[in-house]
Each structure stands twice: as structure tokens, then as C-alpha cells.
């Protein structure tokens, strides 16, 4: 015999097994056919009342890791602190325009009661009350704004860089034009990895992939030699990736001719020829996007991928290289795009506020993944050519531990 109602909880625990399974069945059962009728009690409540709906939504709203990032809330832009450098440098400007109006309004309460009787004073005072009206307005509106549904794809301003950043690494940060990019790639000793450093060329423009010989009868160039080797040929950095079973597992970026050099792990390495849909890459300047870099040691390590491509891409190709960070890993990926014509089944596109964008109402951009596809994770960054080249206490400007994930809420970059 059957329950006609939910079984309690304690039928579950008989001790007959096949009883147990039927009535865990039927309670199954029950709490389903429970839920259904709530939802779908609630919709009809919903379609009733809209605000029930929009409160419902609101509440429900999901919380993920980079909403809940914690910052260092202190004013310092050193490297090695996370710190967002576009909050803080917006919070310095209202404090400076803070300690400038202090005095102007010491001033103006030490005037006569007879300057403030005067129409022009009261005109002027008008005028600042109307601003100062607008401007209130102005923030109540970016206030209520809804934040983008892809907040982790800001583009990175490296204008925010900080003075104490660029003082430290001036190879990097420099007013001179910096010139053409050229970039020698190689391996570690007896390495098999020749296809993938012959991928990594295409990805490079004006990159030479040089074999690293590890006979026991040659000599075997460590990577300051090698660094000196290519500076000398007017060369601007060094790649040299490295393998463990056959597989590439690290890469690390010296900038020439005096460093620095940045040691990235690499994880998820897939050929663009394992890509479904895939197409073939050419050998014009691709563009660059660099985003969600916003600590100083994320907008150094942009830095460094900035110098390794020319700073004039040439759009006909149509190519673009992605470098997307997310919880300090960085996302690379290389696609192709095309203007098209709008499907009737398909969306237009809308901005931060769901609405949708003037002039591009019947255009969509297509996409073409060219590959390869490979995740980089940034390890430690070097003073000069490695670590057997750097010297001084900062030798090593920036490693990662274990213990800097134990908060799950802390990034890096």
C-alpha cells in the first residue's frame, strides 16, 4: 500500500530495503509535485502583480568571485599590492578637490555682509547651486545604474600606471617610441616541442624560432648567453618555453636587454587544429585586447604583452588576439571576425542598461577561432635576465605562493 500524501521522513528509515526505496521514491515524487505547484502558484501571482517578479529577481541575483574581489584599502600603488589603481587614482582627485575647496570656503565666510548682498554674488551663487543640483543628479543616475553583464571584460588602461612603477622598470616604461618588436623564440635542452614553438611564431609577429641544441658534444648557451646573443642582433625579447613529457608547461619572457623576465605556467595547450570550426591564420599584425589588468602587477605583465607586438595592426586581416584575465588567470585565445547582416532570430546589440546601440541595430560580428588555445598563469617576475641574473635584495620583484589563494576573494592582477 501506498501513501496518498508525502510519506514523513521517518517512513524512510524502515527496515525492509525494497520498502525503503518505494517510499524514498514516493517522497521523491511528492516534494516534486510540491515545488511544480509553488512555481507555478508563484507565476501566476507574478503575472498578476510584475513586482513581485522584479523584487524575486533582485533578491535572487547571483554573487560570483569577482563581484566579492577584496581590495587593500590602502594609498599605496606599489608592486605587489591589490589595490584597483582606477579607484584609487579617482579617490585621490576628490581628495585634492576636497583640500582645494576647503580654503575657498574659509575665505568666503570671512567676507563682509555686504558683499553677499549684492545681485552679482547672489547670480553667482545661483549658478553654483544649479551645478552643484545637476552634478548631484548626475551621480544619482550613475548610481542607479545597473552594472554590465560582463564587468571582468574592462578593457586595461595602462595611463593609470603608477610613477613608482615606471621608476622601477624603465625598459618597460619609457617616453622614447619603443622600436619594432623582434623576438627570438627557443626551448630548454632536448626539447621535442618544435611544432609548438613554430605555433608560437605565428602568434608573434617578426619572431625566429632558433632549435636549442642539447648534444653532448656542443655547448649548451644558458639563457643569459643566449639574451646577450639576440640584444647584440637588435632583437627585443627572448621566449623559451619549456616541457615536461612532451608537453608545453611553462613559458617565460625575458624583455631585452636588461630584463625584466616573467615566468608563466601554461595550462590547457590545444592546437588550433583540434578546434571544431577552425580557420587558418595569416601573417598580418593582429590586434591586441588586454583585459581586466588592474593592479600594478597586472598592468606590468600587460606592459611586457604590449611590447611584444607592434603597435600598428593592420585591420585587413581582421585578426585578434585576446588576452582576457580572470581570478589571475590569463585566457589566451586568437580569432578572426567579419561584419554581417543581422538574422531575424538573432539580437541586437545593447549596452550596460539594455539598450540598444545607435547606428549598429542591424549588424552582428562573427567570430572564427584560430588558435591555439592555452592558459597562462603568471609565477614570478625577475629584476634582470632570470633569476641567476638578477642581484640585490628585489631580485625577484614578485612570487606567487600557495598561501596567497587561501582567500579565495584575493587576486593578483
Known amino acids: 500500500m501506498g501513501f496518498t500524501t508525502k510519506p514523513p521522513v521517518q517512513a524512510l528509515k524502515a527496515a525492509n530495503k525494497l520498502k525503503r526505496q518505494e517510499l524514498f521514491v514516493q517522497h521523491k515524487r511528492h516534494a516534486d509535485k510540491e515545488r511544480r505547484d509553488a512555481r507555478f502558484a508563484r507565476k501566476k501571482e507574478e503575472n498578476k502583480n510584475p513586482e513581485l517578479k522584479a523584487a524575486r529577481l533582485a533578491k535572487n541575483k547571483a554573487v560570483t568571485l569577482d563581484q566579492k574581489r577584496v581590495w587593500d584599502d590602502v594609498d599605496d600603488d606599489s608592486l605587489g599590492v591589490q589595490v584597483d589603481l582606477e579607484r584609487l ?9 576636497a583640500e582645494a575647496q576647503a580654503p575657498l570656503e574659509g575665505e568666503d565666510e570671512e567676507e563682509d555682509d555686504d558683499d553677499h548682498d549684492s545681485m552679482l554674488d547672489s547670480d553667482e551663487e545661483g549658478d553654483d547651486e544649479a551645478k552643484e543640483a545637476a552634478m548631484e ?6 548610481a542607479q545604474r545597473a552594472d554590465s553583464t560582463a564587468p571582468s571584460m574592462t578593457s586595461t588602461n595602462l595611463d593609470l600606471t603608477p610613477t613608482s612603477l615606471a621608476l622601477k622598470f624603465p625598459t618597460l616604461f619609457t617616453d622614447i617610441p619603443p622600436p619594432t618588436p623582434k623576438i627570438l623564440i627557443t626551448t630548454s635542452l632536448n626539447s621535442t616541442l618544435h611544432r609548438e614553438a613554430n605555433i608560437l ?3 608573434f609577429p617578426n619572431s625566429t624560432y632558433i632549435p636549442r641544441s642539447g648534444h653532448k658534444y656542443s655547448y649548451k648557451y644558458s639563457l643569459r648567453e643566449i639574451c646577450k646573443f639576440s640584444a647584440n642582433r637588435d632583437y627585443t625579447a627572448v621566449v623559451l618555453v619549456k616541457e615536461d613529457q612532451k608537453k608545453p608547461t611553462g613559458i617565460s619572457v625575458v624583455h631585452l636587454p636588461s630584463g625584466p623576465t616573467f615566468h608563466f605556467s601554461i595550462s590547457n595547450w590545444i592546437e588550433g587544429k583540434y578546434l571544431p570550426g577552425h580557420g587558418n591564420p595569416t601573417n598580418h599584425y593582429p590586434e591586441l585586447l ?9 598592468l606590468l605583465t600587460a606592459k611586457l604583452f604590449q611590447t611584444l607586438f607592434p603597435p600598428s595592426p593592420e585591420f585587413q586581416g581582421r ?7 580572470q581570478r589571475d588567470y590569463i585566457f589566451v585565445r586568437r580569432h578572426r571576425y567579419v561584419f554581417r547582416d543581422k538574422r531575424q532570430t538573432e539580437k541586437s546589440v545593447t549596452d550596460a542598461e539594455g539598450n540598444g546601440l545607435a547606428g549598429v541595430e542591424e549588424i552582428r560580428a562573427g567570430l572564427q577561432e584560430l588558435g591555439p588555445r592555452f592558459t597562462l598563469k603568471l609565477r614570478r617576475v625577475d629584476k634582470g635576465i632570470g633569476r641567476a641574473g638578477s ?5 625577484t620583484q614578485w612570487e606567487w605562493k600557495s598561501r596567497m589563494e587561501k582567500d ?6
Open 408 to 413: 579565495r576573494k584575493r587576486f593578483n592582477l
Open 290 to 298: 588586454l583585459n581586466n589588468f588592474k593592479t600594478p602587477l597586472g
Open 137 to 142: 543628479r548626475q551621480w544619482e543616475k550613475r
Open 391 to 395: 642581484e640585490g635584495d628585489d631580485a
Open 319 to 325: 585578426q585578434v588576439l585576446t588576452l582576457h584575465n
Open 201 to 203: 611564431c605565428s602568434i
Open 89 to 97: 587614482k579617482r579617490r585621490r582627485m576628490e581628495e585634492a578637490e
